[in-house]
């Protein structure tokens, strides 16, 4: 009757991977259930964690369906414990070190930091990582692990500034180069153009008789813009004037 108890042993490991995998993918699928997304998020840093318990679970009941003895089934279980942490090392450690990083250091929403080499306004706090936004609108994650090991530098934001593009056009006897520079100092002199972006001045068009420019300037404050483009053009018509 020996194939008798391998068939049954087989079938009951079998029945006890299809077990831990139906709890896998039900544990995987539950946050869409829930409608807030901070709920979702939690759930999802918490999965990891979920699974080696599953799994852990899942080989102390193999274990001792096989009729070993107590000595061996702590040897198992530690010996699967230590597998466990060692490969959710990365996710410890970055847990861990977000611990003792806040503790140090006051984050919060909103608050701008320098990490190393990415500097962002913080989006999101979560259990292991730090969600940054760029001045560019780019999202990078940056794991707590990372951060612990790196400079972590707090400043104030820097200007939050409204593009803003107009066409100019300019005698063709200033010259390319002289009519560029001209409206490049214009926009950058202006009292409501952001110091930390240069202005954007681009040739679109050149005629014997004119040349067309692009001129994108960042206003301080959205209302400025107009103020910005009205000045731009008075300045440079005067530096136009000058050199007749």
Known sequence: MEW???VSGLASFIGLVIAVALV????HAAPAFFRSA???RMIRQWLPALD???ILGAVFTMIASAGADRNTLLIATAVTAALILWWLRFALDDFVSGI????ELTIEPDSWLRIGGTEGRVRRIGLRSIVLETEQGDRV??????AARSAVVTSSAPDQTRAHTFSVTAPASTGADRAAAALRAAAFNSLWS????DPEIELR???AESLQFDVTVHALADDRALDIEREVRRRAAESWDDRK
């Open 205 to 207: 068009a050149e005629t």
């Open 194 to 197: 952001s110091i930390r972006r």
């Open 24 to 27: 896998l993918v039900v544990l």
């Open 4 to 6: 008798l108890r391998a």
């Open 38 to 40: 901070a709920r979702r």
């Open 141 to 146: 994650i940056v794991p707590f692990g990372m």
């Open 100 to 103: 003792v990083l806040q503790a």
């Open 52 to 54: 080696a318990i599953v």
